[in-house]
């Protein structure tokens, strides 16, 4: 597997990255088998291991931590914090008082001395910026993070971030975590860009779309979310742009067949191959989600297949707006002044 620079850190990751969201209750339960699928992924060449305090409320760090016993320093290892991890109103954020209690958690129940990124998982509109990279700073100085970087932020965001970092002496994002798929492309237009421009790495989560480009959902199956099984606007039904990503996903699946390739390797590899995408985090349930991911690090998609790609989403487009993750407070009525 060919290694590739994150940001400008000097540090090389595979271009998969493994996505610990599904190990714990949350998905996957049996933490013989997912420390199995964590070690199949290591040994094909994943270097590279995401997860969070919030997953499975911090069993999904405990069963990586297992899992990297004897291993640890071959792996870059990345987790997140900011989700709420009790009622406790302080138990959450990117506050100082919360970060240095928690990132000690984290350390715990990943059995590690140190965190190699350490990430905010979204960005807080009531803390001040310079409030949450000084407290990482000081978690840097004292040998505990290696690295912070910051997950769905915004363009202006990311820009606001460095700039803080820049005027204040402080460590700074070396990272962003975007979701970014060929349903959803809107961070072309400004995130990718810009994380380009700041010298940034980029690990991309969702590269199928949350399910969609799995071929697990297609137009008239029994399969097909429904608005009861899924209540959440991005597998409502009954919205026109989830009826237009039925219709992409068919067209995407003949463009696969037609390339020789499964639907899950057409995806992942249109992700990998973006020159700002430093890797595609990919989280399975099973060892047979695993071993469909792993192919797409050797796919190379042609002009013509990329092309046909950009007629059915449009560069910059997210076909349902409901999958950003980020600049939807900004689009509310309250804060366009609405009553």
């Known amino acids: 597997m060919d290694y590739r620079p994150l940001g400008r850190t000097g540090v090389q990751v595979s271009p998969l990255c493994l996505g610990a969201m599904m190990f714990g209750p949350w998905g996957n339960d049996d933490r013989a088998d997912s420390i199995r699928i964590i070690h199949r992924a290591l040994d094909a060449g994943i270097n590279f291991v995401d997860t969070a305090d919030v997953y499975s409320n911090g069993v999904?760090?405990?069963i990586v931590g297992e899992a990297l016993q004897g291993r640890r320093d071959d792996v870059v290892l990345a987790t997140k914090f900011f989700m709420p991890m009790s009622d406790d109103a302080n138990q959450r954020g990117g506050s100082r008082r919360w970060i240095i209690r928690e990132v000690e958690n984290s350390l715990r129940r990943l059995d590690t001395d140190y965190i190699d990124l350490y990430q905010v998982h979204r960005p807080s509109p009531d803390t001040d910026v310079e409030e949450t990279l000084g407290a990482l700073t000081d978690l840097v100085r004292q040998g505990k993070i290696r690295y912070i970087g910051s997950s769905s932020y915004s363009a202006s965001q990311i820009v606001e971030a460095q700039?803080?970092?820049?005027?204040?002496?402080?460590?700074?994002?070396?990272?962003?975590q975007p979701p970014y798929s060929i349903l959803v492309r809107g961070i072309e237009e400004d995130v990718l860009p810009t994380i380009?421009?700041?010298?940034?790495?980029s690990l991309t989560y969702s590269p199928l779309g949350g399910g969609w480009l799995s071929g697990r959902w297609r137009k008239d199956a029994a399969s097909t979310p429904t608005s009861s099984a899924r209540p959440s606007a991005r597998f409502d039904m009954s919205n026109p742009a989830n009826q237009r990503k039925l219709d992409i996903v068919e067209e995407?699946?003949?463009?696969?067949?037609?390339?020789?390739?499964?639907?899950?390797?057409?995806?992942?590899?249109?992700?990998?191959?973006?020159?700002a995408v430093t890797a595609a985090i990919v989280g399975p349930r099973t060892m047979e989600q695993l071993e469909s991911y792993l192919p797409a690090t050797e796919v190379v998609l042609t002009a013509d297949v990329l092309d046909r790609i950009d007629q059915l989403v449009a560069p910059g487009v997210t076909v349902n707006p409901e999958d950003n993750s980020y600049g939807a407070a900004e689009l509310t009525p309250a804060a366009r002044r609405r009553p």
Do not use: C, D, K, Y
């Open 196 to 201: 380009q421009r700041h010298g940034m790495g």
């Open 163 to 176: 700039w803080a970092s820049r005027e204040r002496n402080l460590e700074r994002f070396v990272t962003e």
């Open 60 to 62: 999904s760090e405990e």
């Open 252 to 275: 995407l699946a003949l463009l696969a067949e037609q390339a020789g390739l499964a639907l899950i390797e057409l995806a992942i590899a249109f992700v990998i191959t973006h020159p």
